[in-house]
């Protein structure tokens, strides 16, 4: 009520006749909204159209089963370490001007990754779309905010998360056409064309909002301490099942990444404007919401990584028929979301926070139990609970993260539950990734030696090792037909037993998020948000 008041005394700012909603085109909220919903939908779309693409990039250019990882969490790792800092750049510079920057970028590192021959080059494009995707997520929420009277913004939120929603779980089904009727590189030349209109409506629509008192300095050792932890801890979870996780190089990046880490909190507290002002997490549901983002991330998208994999390598199914067996995930989430956003308004957001992370659990629980001869009908009952599940979670993350922020701290809120959902999904790779490669590992030498197959030489444990990781038979052209079938079985048991273990890790994860649910509750400036206030 105080916050309310001392906006409403401050002196008026001289604005453009533009910025207040009328019925012209410029700055009109409606179509504020959609203009921004094109953006958002690129950057939430490659989130997990690439997951389709994966086989075949790992195939036409030669990649190794870590080079595929890096394509996923280079992306992931790029969004969730710039957010913050984006976020600011937009309270400092204009969010109109961060957004179409963030635009014409993601768009061209979108055309140059389709253009790439090497996947050196494509991991070095999907960190750019990463960086400017972040310049995109929060200018675009800062404009929505600033654009829509107090009233109506709730509403279009709503609607901005279900843009999210949708495009993140559609991605597999418009990448499983791209991939089958085009080519895996038509998956990111599809930006290029959006990104346009995207730019195109923006200049014509979009109208310039800055933050009063918009920050003058930016935390760069802050930034550069964060990256360098997340950095050491994800490449140390990628590498050890290669190095050994009790090599000495495993262990001194886990020990990097922990003075990293130390190192930020400590210069938090001390620098003017941190990149992160740690006193939010003296709220234990704010704290708790950020945790339940990370933790639903992992399960999530660490568990869809194996997924298409499964379908498309052991089920020998199409990338079409593959996104189309995954519709139940993606109708569950969209038809869930609003029937989850009504619930959470009546009841708060624990007692459905809780529960979605409890059916999430049972479905990853169900999915660890998928063998090679899984009917259709079995999948889609586990992939639509793993759906309904996590339609909660998306939308009452916002309301408990930001709402349990003080009023002035709302922006920096919502950048930090998108960088904790990008952490969480780069996260969710990289370990349930070393999981299944150790996994794989330990099994494969018994398996193959009980089937009674030709010894292998090193060279090719390791290939073979490699290729079992996606769900691959390491077979030749030349091998006889009865080998090559024994082959096959093998490397596809050998694939579900370490699917299997991850989908189990994925559970325990959603379990242990069920009781950080319960330390959730409705924001103390939930209901100030958005009102009376200039961004």
Known sequence: MTSQTT?????PTPEPPEQTPSKGRRGHPWLTLFSVAIGVMMVALDGTIVAIANPAIKTDLGASFADVQWITNGYFLALAVALITAGKLGD???????FLIGVTGFAAASGAIGLSHSISLVITFRVL???FGALLMPAALGLLRATFPAEKLNMAIG????????STAGGPILGGVLVEHVNWQSVFFINVPVGVAALVLGTLILVDHRAQNAPRSFDILGIVLLSAAMFALVWAIIKAPEWGWGSGTTWLYIAGALICFGGFAYWETRVAEPLVPLALFRSVPFSAGVVLMVLMAIAFLGGLFFVTFYLQNVHGMSPVDAGLHLLPLTGMMIVGSPLAGVLITKVGPRIPLAGGMAFTAA???GMSTLGTDTSSLTMSVWFAMLGFGLAPVMVGATEVIVGNAPLELSGVAGGIQQSAMQIGGSLGTAVLGAVMASKVSNDLPGNWTEAGLPPLTAAQSGQATEAVQVGMAPVTPDMPPA???QIMAVAHDTFMSGMGLACLVAAGVAVVAVFVALLTKRGDNADAAGGGVHI
């Open 483 to 485: 080998v090559a079938q």
């Open 159 to 166: 609607i901005w998360g279900m843009v999210i929603g949708a």
């Open 129 to 131: 779309q990463g960086l």
């Open 7 to 11: 906006v409403d005394k401050a002196p």
């Open 92 to 98: 400092r510079f204009g969010h109109r001007q961060t």
């Open 363 to 365: 479905a990853m629980f």
